[in-house]
């Protein structure tokens, strides 16, 4: 069975294919010319989305060596994201299914984020702890199949990567904030400062907000100048402020485990490319002997191939959408248990 995989929810345009569950394509293509504007431009998003689509799904398909009528099932993301980024992805990949007369699957970002996991040759033991950081979720949750989550916690304020794309824009590194970050973070001293970490009434919950306003009070306290801190000074910053992020869901995450019984945990989306962050996790997963499963980066940023192969679960489930089926902006309340 071929799968295309259409995922355009903010500012990567991506297609995959699935051909008999293995992976023969997975082509992404970064709008990075969002990152003059400080941030993503929706309108432009969509535009590039318009332009970029088409191309894509021709160079996947020559990837794979496939033809369009080859073609089986149609998946691609409905939501949450970008409105008019989102029309893009889902129009097209209806109007491939109505024209090749195959059946079309709506896919929750957030789900394919969730089960990215299963793309690597060691995949999740349900039930599993999956812990969900990208620019726009924080969740944690207990997986217990393929149709059935929990939400223990998420955010109360910002995301994580937002807290990360924030920071980076104090810092003046600009958007996107996780990896430049990172970057500057392996040459400071993360111990300089103490950042502080939310205690919520919620204990799987997380806020970022105090967080990102105590990194700018101490810019704000120690530098006139906020556009010329030394180079060594905005490191032991960075490096200061990524611990306490880190710190926040690691912490979480091991309250978790100490109060629910899983075989796994999968640590997924973007955020999920942090070094520190990763090896925080492989720590902490070999301290209560689980299974951790996080995937190559290439799978932690918005993919195709993470829609493609959640579209094939939700499909092998006996699914079939509509084409009258609409794009969604926000994280449906009714979608986890
Ligand atoms: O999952 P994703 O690609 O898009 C959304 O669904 O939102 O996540 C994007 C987020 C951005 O906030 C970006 O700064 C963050 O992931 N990110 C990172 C790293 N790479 C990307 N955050 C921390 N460290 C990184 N290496
Ligand atoms: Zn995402």
Redesign the pocket.
Known sequence: MNVLGIET??D?TSVAILSSNKLKANLISSQEFHSNYGGVVPELSSRAHLQLIKPLVDKSLTKANLNLPDLDLITATAGP?LIGALLVGLTYAKGLAFSLNVPFISVN??EG?IFSGFLMNEKPEFPFLALV?????TLLLIVKNFSNIIQLGTTVDD????A??KV?KMLGFG?????K??QSASKGDEQRIDFPIAKLKNKYNFSFSGLKTSVLRYIQKNYSDETNIPEDDINDIAASF?KAAVDALIKNTETALNNNEVKSISLV???A???K?RDDMTNLSKKYKKKVVIPDQEF???NAAMIALRGKHLFDGGRKDKLNVNPYPSLGEDYFQ
């Open positions: 929810s903010c990567e994201g970002h957030i984020h950081v990208s620019g726009g979720h995301a994580a990567g937002e990360f794309d980076s958007y996107p904030g996780g990896p970050i990172q990524q989306g973007g955020v490319a942090n070094k962050l932690c940023g918005d």
